[in-house]
């Protein structure tokens, strides 16, 4: 099989590779058969050996998906113990600082490629944020930083209880954020430990990847057994201080007013 461009878009599931054989007038599963795929770069600790894996998985170019890798570009600068950690140069085993505990081991790292001006049905990103220098204060961020829609940042909410953890793309606002196509392909990536934690990235904290039921409660039983084949660091999908924290609409309310 062969991979039009960088991004991997363009192929199209065949239903034995991913459903089985195809049933006459099994409506669905002909759905499933023309939907666009894209590569999936995953890296993990393996638990056994301790060692990291690298692979790379043909998956839906869905929002369920895509949003899950869509988090950081390509050199986004994270805090580590030694110092500034560009993104792209992070392996699962290293060690970054989080904003709630300290110092914590990588499990996993999901890279994709955007591709701009490559739209296409489903696609849930057509655009990056650009977060501006000093626009959170001094040195938040510094310098610029650019995400990917599937990036959750989290701002602390004066007086109320507990930071505020909304998808950046809620946050634009043409000025401290900002709406961009880059001219070329960017390299997005996410970073996921053994339970959620706050990352700091250009001097911004960014949530960690962990599963959430509000972006992939949609999927049928055989999608979800993909998708969760893309993350062999969450270990319990049933446990509740494996996934992230949901936002609430008490959230979205102090963003509307802040």
């Given at each position: ?23 006459p007038?099994?409506k669905?599963r ?33 929002p369920?998906?895509e949003?899950?890798?869509a ?55 057509e ?5 501006t ?40 606002d043409?000025?401290?954020v ?9 390299a ?49 999908w ?19 007013s802040?």
């Amino acid at each position: 099989m062969t991979h039009p461009h960088p991004a991997g878009l363009g192929l199209r599931a065949s239903n034995r590779a991913l459903h089985g054989p195809a049933r006459p007038g099994d409506k669905l599963r002909r759905q499933k058969s023309d939907m666009l795929m894209r590569r999936y770069h995953v890296s993990h600790l393996d638990p056994l050996t301790n060692e990291c894996s690298d692979q790379v998985k043909i998956a839906p170019a869905i929002p369920a998906f895509e949003l899950a890798f869509a988090a950081m570009a390509r050199g986004t600068l994270l805090a580590g113990p030694q110092g500034p950690v560009a993104i792209e140069d992070l392996r699962p085993g290293m060690w970054l600082e989080t904003a709630d505990k300290g110092a914590c081991q990588v499990q996993w790292i999901g890279m994709m490629t955007f591709v701009p001006h490559l739209h296409h049905h489903g696609d849930s990103i057509e655009a990056l944020l650009r977060i501006t220098a000093d626009s959170f204060g001094v040195g938040r961020p510094m310098p610029d930083l650019l995400l990917g829609p599937g990036a959750r940042l989290v701002r602390e909410r004066p007086g109320m209880e507990g930071p505020a953890r909304l998808p950046i793309a809620e946050q634009a606002d043409g000025e401290s954020v900002l709406r961009i196509v880059p001219p070329a392909p960017v390299a997005l990536y996410h970073v996921g430990f053994a339970e959620p934690h706050i990352l700091c990235a250009n001097g911004l904290e960014i949530e960690s990847f962990q599963p959430a039921r509000d972006q992939h409660e949609g999927l049928d039983a055989e999608m979800m057994a993909l998708y969760r084949r893309l993350f062999p660091h969450v270990r319990d999908w049933d446990d509740p201080a494996a996934s992230r924290r949901v936002p609430a609409r008490d959230d979205r309310e102090w963003l509307e007013s802040a």
